[in-house]
């Protein structure tokens, strides 16, 4: 089992991210949540649960496939640990006793299905996403992410944000930044844990970086806040290169959206969707 595992490590395997030049953000233009990024420069850090993704940051734990003897071997060591002067006959009283518990519980599919729920309200709890793309023109991108056309999205100098969002190692203590892009697999890796949940920091971030390959399209690349989700955080104005309309924004959308990036970001270039004529795909217009 645990040869298995390692293969199953090996296969998903994921090397150091490359940042891309650029970084881009598909938003609605609706609620005043979502016109704070142009308005306030604001991104968001949300919870796994709102993810569109039901088997994101929710790959299963198999505790279950745990060979016995670490069982045995784990529990062994906690109680040494405890009760420094047992007798090795009491040792394995306790220990088969705890066996015992553990297979019963195993074998229980409620209980284990409590716990896996239990695991995936932690990462709900302590985890925050920011979702960002490495394309700006891919059409079901913009159907799925921009209100079907009518919102924006937002290119941002790839160094710059990543910049911006590792300073908050600096002002927030405690808060730990990761980034990294998606890994799409055809098949969602079976994860054998550790009972040592210091040992388990490998198995957490795959968790949080693979996806099925139906997602390949959105060519994600995600920052990842350790031990906080569910907040905004600024960044800087230098780092906003393009704001893109969509083709079907309204006439009064599009004006709101060019009055405030003239007064907020001056520098950042507006451009604006239009429908090929010829070929199902969108073509970019320059307006500002």
């Known amino acids: 089992m645990q040869d298995k595992n390692k293969q199953n490590k090996d296969k998903f395997k994921i090397e150091p991210t490359i940042i891309p030049q650029f970084l881009y953000k598909y938003k609605s233009w609706i609620t005043k949540k979502d016109k704070s990024i142009l308005k306030e420069q604001n991104v968001w850090f949300a919870s796994?649960?709102?993810?569109?993704?039901?088997y994101d940051c929710k790959i299963t734990f198999n505790y279950e496939l745990i060979p016995i003897e670490e069982y045995r071997n784990y529990f062994t060591q906690k109680i040494r640990e405890n009760i420094p002067l047992i007798d090795d006959e009491s040792i394995i009283a306790q220990v088969n006793e705890i066996l015992r518990q553990v297979s019963f519980s195993l074998k229980d599919n409620k209980f284990m299905s409590e716990e896996r729920d239990k695991t995936n309200k932690r990462f709900e709890k302590h985890y925050g996403i920011l979702s960002l793309s490495n394309c700006?023109?891919?059409?079901?991108?913009?159907?799925?992410y921009s209100n079907l056309h009518k919102g924006i999205c937002i290119e941002y100098d790839g160094n710059k944000i990543t910049k911006d969002i590792f300073e908050l190692k600096n002002v927030d203590n405690g808060c730990n930044i990761n980034f990294?892009?998606?890994?799409?697999?055809?098949?969602?890796?079976?994860?054998?844990?550790?009972?040592?949940?210091?040992?388990?920091?490998?198995?957490?971030?795959?968790?949080?970086?693979?996806?099925?390959?139906?997602?390949?399209?959105?060519?994600?690349?995600?920052?990842?806040?350790?031990?906080?989700?569910?907040?905004?955080h600024k960044i800087s104005k230098g780092a906003f290169k393009r704001v893109f309309l969509g083709c079907k924004i309204s006439e009064n959308d599009e004006k709101e959206i060019i009055d405030v990036v003239s007064r907020e970001l001056p520098n950042t270039e507006i451009w604006k969707a239009e429908k090929s004529f010829d070929e199902s795909k969108l073509e970019f217009n320059q307006l500002k």
């Open 48 to 54: 796994p649960a709102t993810l569109n993704d039901p």
């Open 136 to 144: 700006y023109d891919k059409m079901l991108m913009w159907s799925h």
């Open 180 to 232: 990294f892009n998606i890994n799409y697999v055809k098949e969602l890796p079976i994860i054998i844990p550790t009972l040592d949940p210091n040992n388990n920091v490998e198995f957490f971030i795959q968790n949080l970086r693979t996806k099925s390959i139906k997602w390949e399209y959105e060519e994600e690349y995600r920052f990842v806040s350790i031990k906080k989700t569910n907040f905004p």
